[in-house]
């Protein structure tokens, strides 16, 4: 066993997948800067305070973060999600509104590891500050459902609901700890009701879900502005063809959430730990980290639960990184050297032996490459001022070319393989 591994809950990721999470960020860079928003990147750490602001019974703080003082004397953590940090940023920089953002990256929290979840998770996702309009609202939802597509993933299920203004929240808030305060709930929850009723309403446990049935639901306490605003986002969806379920049990338990919130559920995974992504919309966050007061509506999505779902569903498999020509070179390995470098510099990518390997050894690496093409440099090409090509994938004959035709000759046969 290796004297030194990951620690528990952090994992290597290798290729091919890497090249997966690659290709996952970039298509969600595209879903987002098609809409108009900018690439940011925030710091993995903060200062502690950043995140101390959500409120000490909000999710966030009471799952460990990783804090420590640094070594000069400051209180910091590395990140437990991002939208704390983009607030952060946008009060520091004071951008032009409506500001609209997209990020990826990693996140860290110490808690149980298990399938899905790591302490060291990837997220991307958006944030919109500075405009309380429902139809950003329709944007950023629908923005979110097309970055699903483009996966190929179709059975997403888009939950809905809103909590309202403020003061409706509030008097829910309310109405949620009377009603629980009677009710026969599991120890867990008592302590979750002490903190932050909205949030009795995530538990899974079975001991809970009665009391969580005969729960009052939000929509009893909206006021005519937050159901206005609430029918608009729905028409909006509805005008787009986004299919949704209304979901009155959906909070999220952060205390600056406002009107709007929203889950992406992968339908292939256990109900329990299904959510591959949501958000909402949200106020009192950028006040808190010390703004002008500031509405923003934002999402962040999960990778790993996300290509879990995509691999339930035989979609978004990792891509082929085999590359197009492998050279062999049998007269001392400085003949590669300048023919990798210019098939690269002409878009092929390429690769080679090294340490003087035979023939035979050669020809090894290059069918376990995935070259379609191995390009033969030795004495006798050398001499002649020529290049071998040999198809590895097709089975065609082996044929000689030009040194100065080698570029325009493999572009040519790689384009028609392509068609």
């Known amino acids: 066993m290796p004297a030194f591994q990951t620690s528990p809950g952090m994992r290597d990721i290798l290729a091919p997948e890497s090249a997966r999470w690659r290709r996952f960020t970039d298509v969600f860079a595209e879903v987002a800067e098609l809409a108009g928003y900018g690439f940011v990147i925030p710091p993995m750490m903060e200062d502690l305070g950043v995140f101390t602001r959500l409120g000490e019974a909000t999710e966030i703080v009471t799952k460990e973060m990783y804090d420590f003082v640094d070594k000069g004397d400051r209180h910091v953590a590395l990140r437990p999600e991002q939208t704390a940090g983009v607030c952060r940023a946008y009060v520091e920089h004071r951008p032009i509104t409506p500001w609209k953002t997209w990020y990826s990256g990693p996140n860290f929290r110490y808690e149980k590891p298990q399938r899905g979840r790591y302490r060291q998770f990837d997220q991307v996702g958006i944030e919109v500050l500075g405009s309380d309009d429902a139809h950003l609202d329709v944007e950023v939802i629908a923005l979110g459902w097309e970055f699903y597509r483009r996966l190929g993933l179709q059975r997403v299920e888009l939950l809905l609901n809103s909590l309202g203004e403020p003061g409706d929240r509030a008097r829910y808030i309310d109405a949620l700890r009377s009603h629980f305060e009677s009710a026969d709930l599991t120890a867990q929850s008592r302590a979750t009701l002490a903190k932050n009723p909205l949030r009795v309403l995530d538990s899974k446990r079975s001991e809970d879900e009665s009391a ?17 605003h609430f029918a608009t986002v729905r028409a909006g969806l509805e005008a787009l ?4 379920t209304i979901d009155l049990k959906l909070v999220r338990g952060l205390d600056y959430y406002r009107r709007t919130t929203f889950e992406f559920a992968g339908l292939t995974l256990d109900s329990a730990q299904n959510a591959l992504g949501g958000g909402g919309r949200y106020d009192g966050l950028v006040e808190a980290l010390g703004g002008p007061p500031t509405p923003g509506i934002g999402f962040a999505l999960g990778v790993d639960r996300t ?54 050894a050669q020809m090894k690496g290059a069918n376990r490459s995935g070259a379609a093409y191995a390009v033969i440099v030795g004495s006798d090409e050398l001499a002649a001022d020529e290049v071998a090509i040999r198809p590895l994938r097709s089975g065609g004959d082996q044929v000689s070319v030009a040194r100065s035709e080698l570029v325009p000759d493999l572009q040519s046969r790689l384009e028609e393989g392509n068609r």
């Open 307 to 360: 290509l879990i779902a995509c691999d339930d569903e035989g979609v978004f498999g990792a891509p082929d990184t085999d590359v197009d020509v492998f050279v062999v070179d049998t007269v001392g390995g400085g003949e590669a050297v300048v023919l990798t470098h210019e098939l690269r510099a002409a878009g092929i990518s390429v690769d080679r032996s090294f340490d003087g390997r035979s023939m035979k």
């Open 241 to 244: 063809a986004i299919p949704y």
């Open 212 to 228: 969580i049935e005969a729960a009052p639901t939000i929509d009893q306490y909206w006021s005519d502005a937050a159901a206005e």
